[in-house]
């Protein structure tokens, strides 16, 4: 049976590895809170302490554990590049052979052109110089293992209802919204149970070597997409959504056709405007 180790367990990491362990997989998590770590081992995923980022005996006494596996996901928000060179000399020292990062369409530039080229994996030029990019180079440049990325686009889904973020209460537990930027601006969004989907087409696939964006197929526009997005989180309760109308406008467009065709992955969630969040006011 195929290990696999999970590093992070939030969100998204979680529900992959009950996803990957009833597809066969023998899955291990890692998190690094006690009473976390509890709550998870009682769900039935085995889970391990573990931060790159600390020093702490606590939090690292288990590392050689949750390294015996036969691929790594990693999956954490942090751009620490000594902390990621720290693990992959545990990496080398472990059995594994295949890791899976889990990064960010943050690492390509905003065009200010009015009709940007969209963005494939292949396009350097798009590349913005950023601590994410270099932890990347990290893992794809290293010969003691194979790693494939995944760039995932803005993450919704399920309790990451994209409405929230524009709301506010005012004292009087009065709801509002915040003023948007850039309404013109097109959006780069993937629904939490296409990564996951994604994810496992890589692992089945064995799809190792590969730089891949995780986006949907949609792109409209901030004003489109916030509206309906503000309008569906509030449900009868109508606000006004406020824009901050600009001149210029810089965004980027995600190209998805390389998941498409070389995974020949069909998106499941792909119509942005008939999503079903688990969240409301």
Request: glycine share 4%; net charge negative; aromatic share 8%.
């Amino acid at each position: 049976m195929t290990s696999i180790s999970i590093l992070g367990s939030g969100w998204l990491g979680l529900p992959l590895a009950n996803e990957l362990q009833q597809a066969g997989y023998n899955i291990k998590t890692s998190t690094r809170s006690s009473e976390r770590l509890e709550q998870i081992n009682k769900s039935g995923i085995e889970t391990c302490l573990f931060d790159i980022e600390s020093d702490e005996s606590s939090l690292i006494e288990n590392s050689d554990h949750f390294l015996q596996a036969d691929i790594l996901i990693i999956n954490i928000t942090s751009k620490n590049v000594e902390a990621f060179k720290a693990l992959i000399c545990q990496i080398e020292a472990s059995p594994i052979s295949k890791v899976l990062f889990i990064s960010s369409t943050s690492v390509y530039a905003d065009s200010s052109e009015p009709n940007p080229t969209p963005i494939t994996e292949d396009n350097l030029s798009a590349l913005s110089p950023c601590p994410l990019l270099e932890i990347e180079s990290l893992f794809i440049d290293n010969r003691r293992f194979q790693t494939s990325i995944i760039r995932f686009a803005g993450l919704i889904g399920y309790q990451r209802h994209p409405g929230r973020f524009f709301i506010q209460k005012d004292e009087d537990n009065k709801l509002s919204c915040k003023t948007i930027k850039n309404p013109d601006g097109l959006v780069n969004m993937i629904h939490r149970d296409d990564c996951i989907g994604l994810i496992q087409a890589v692992i089945k696939q064995q799809s190792w070597g590969e730089i891949f964006n995780g986006c949907s197929s949609q792109h409209p526009t901030r004003r489109a997409f916030y509206s309906w997005a503000i309008a569906d989180y509030c449900g009868e309760e109508k606000l006004e959504v406020k824009f901050l109308e600009e001149a210029n406008s810089s965004f980027k467009i995600i190209d998805n056709s390389k998941v498409k065709n070389h995974l020949t992955y069909p998106f499941t969630q792909d119509d942005l405007f008939s999503l079903i969040f688990d969240q409301r006011v």
